[in-house]
């Protein structure tokens, strides 16, 4: 490589500053979230199928591997054979590719083994990042040679002529067009390219200054991260015309990537800070969030964990928000507990669960962090209010369980003999009792009916009986073959009902 060309590629992971100077001095790290140790100067983040994240490391080329579930380091480091490997994707295949900027070549490495597939493929003009287009390959974009190439990953070759875009081609994104928007960071523009055809479509898109990274929210518009200008550009990705040129985060925004949430979280490598943009209103939201020293790139796991390479402290910080909580189904169930119930929200990965300030049991929480499924535990009659506690905080529903007790009621038949006369009783008799307890319950309504004829209605005593003079009825319950007593329920009780008959000899 000529001298030109590696000074080229070196610059690549430097701080570039508005004026277009580029400087590698250290910022001071401020406060962090809880952080993964990783290699050194690590830049990629991807996820791969089993789950796990890959973070390339620039300075010591190889890869970390992170367990997400706990957010612990489960292997080091993963030689990944090239120079300055930088940001990575991984493809339907399962196969990370990894673009090598200094050693010109771009590494393919099987997620399953966490081993080499074959050697790098060669690919001059410091390959920069990697993404994935429709047809399952990827495109790799070439910093110092100003185009984008096509791996097949069926074949592991560089097919095609390369993609000729802006100068200082980084990041890549594909909008649900199909199309592909890479940032120049050289041209302070965006070049479209139509990866059915791989061709550039119209002319390139201006942006601010120095363009580094794009990412496509829920609604198809794609935000390009600029480094100099210390903003964000949102592109309408169905017209290819900037949407709104500006929006204001930290110093050097670089990495930018859109969670499930439809925020847009920037690592801003000069602020040591995550900024979040709201995609509905392209505001942003809150303060900036503190991190590691020199973010450099972002990736949002399903269940909305947001992961940041920090380039200069050797780390991954782990953001984990508060969740929030829209609802419990069912709402009530037996004091006895044991009701099976789902609780929906946001951010619940790693969730606990009270209700009333008792543990439910069986927590499992989805993949995506947005349903809890968990079994009541016992409790007090009456409204509980169900708790969900998390690593990034607490969130309530007050009263949204209601506690409820079982109930039975028992009716008597309307006729029995007494020899040798008949006798009529002179009521109809149901008593209602609390299961939980046993005893009785005195103030609630009992409806009687027979066929689809309401008798009437009475309120249990102190005994927990209702009666209802059966004298002038008596005709329509011998008709029906007898009658159905039905207490309907509160909030804290469970409806029941009791069916009696005739006794006749």
């Known amino acids: 490589m000529n001298t030109d060309v590696q000074a080229s590629a070196r610059q690549l992971l430097q701080i570039a500053t508005p004026s277009g100077h580029a400087t590698t001095g250290q910022v001071a790290a401020g406060p962090v ?3 993964v140790p990783v290699g050194s100067n690590p830049v990629g983040l991807a996820f791969i199928p089993s789950g796990g994240l890959y973070v390339t490391n620039s300075g010591s080329n190889d890869v970390t591997l992170i367990n997400t579930s706990t957010d612990t380091v489960a292997i080091p480091s993963i030689p990944e054979g090239g120079t300055t490997p930088a940001w990575l994707a991984i493809a339907p295949n399962g196969n990370a590719y990894i673009p090598n900027n200094i050693s010109n070549n771009v590494s393919v490495m099987n997620t399953a083994t966490n081993t080499l597939v074959g050697a790098p493929i060669p690919l001059a003009g410091g390959p920069a990042a990697v993404v994935v287009i429709p047809s399952g390959d990827v495109y790799v974009s070439r910093f110092s040679a100003n185009s984008v190439s096509v791996i097949d990953t069926a074949t592991n070759t560089v097919v095609g002529a390369p993609i000729p875009v802006g100068s200082n081609p980084v990041g890549i994104a594909v ?5 592909a928007y890479v940032a120049n960071r050289g041209a302070n523009s965006v070049s479209v390219i139509d990866t059915a055809t791989n061709t550039v479509v119209g002319a390139p898109i201006p942006v601010g200054s120095q363009p580094n990274w794009i990412a496509i929210a829920p609604n198809g518009h794609a935000y390009v991260a600029n480094i100099g200008s210390n903003d964000v550009t949102v592109i309408d990705t169905t017209t290819n015309t900037v949407l709104v040129p500006s929006i204001p985060v930290g110093s050097n925004p670089w990495g930018i990537a ?4 439809g925020n847009a979280y920037v690592a801003d ?10 995609t509905a209103t392209n505001t942003v939201v809150g303060a900036p969030i503190p991190v590691g020293s020199q973010p450099i790139s972002v990736a949002i796991a399903p269940n909305g964990k947001v992961y940041v390479a920090n380039i200069a402290s050797a780390n991954v910080s782990v953001i984990q928000f508060a969740p929030t909580l829209s609802g419990i189904s ?6 006895t507990g044991g009701t099976v119930v789902t609780i929906t929200g946001i951010n619940l990965t790693g969730a606990g669960v009270t209700i009333g300030g008792n543990p439910a049991t069986g927590v499992s929480v989805n993949a995506t962090g947005t349903q809890i499924t968990a079994t ?3 409790g007090a009659p009456g409204p509980a ?3 969900v506690t998390t690593p990034g905080g607490t969130a309530s529903l007050v009263n949204g369980f209601t506690y409820v007790v079982p109930t039975s009621l028992t009716a008597t038949p309307a006729l029995t003999k007494l020899f040798p006369p008949h006798v009529y009783y002179p009521f109809l008799n149901a008593i209602l009792t609390d299961l939980v307890t046993g005893l009785p319950v005195p103030g609630r309504t009992i409806t009687f009916s027979t066929g689809s004829q309401v008798l009437g209605s009475a309120t249990t005593n102190a005994q927990g009986i209702a009666q209802l003079p059966e004298a002038i009825t008596f005709p329509l319950i011998l008709a029906n073959g007898g009658y159905t007593a039905a207490f309907a329920g509160t909030p804290t009780l469970l409806p029941s009902t009791a069916s ?3 006794i006749i000899p």
Do not use: F, L
């Open 33 to 35: 979230d809880p952080t």
């Open 175 to 179: 909008a649900p067009n199909g199309n």
């Open 258 to 261: 859109v969670g499930p949430d």
């Open 269 to 278: 490598r000069g602020a040591n800070s995550v900024s979040v943009i709201d």
């Open 330 to 335: 069912p709402n009530q169930g037996p004091a």
């Open 376 to 378: 009541t535990p016992p």
């Open 385 to 387: 209010t169900v708790t």
């Open 500 to 502: 009696a008959g005739i």
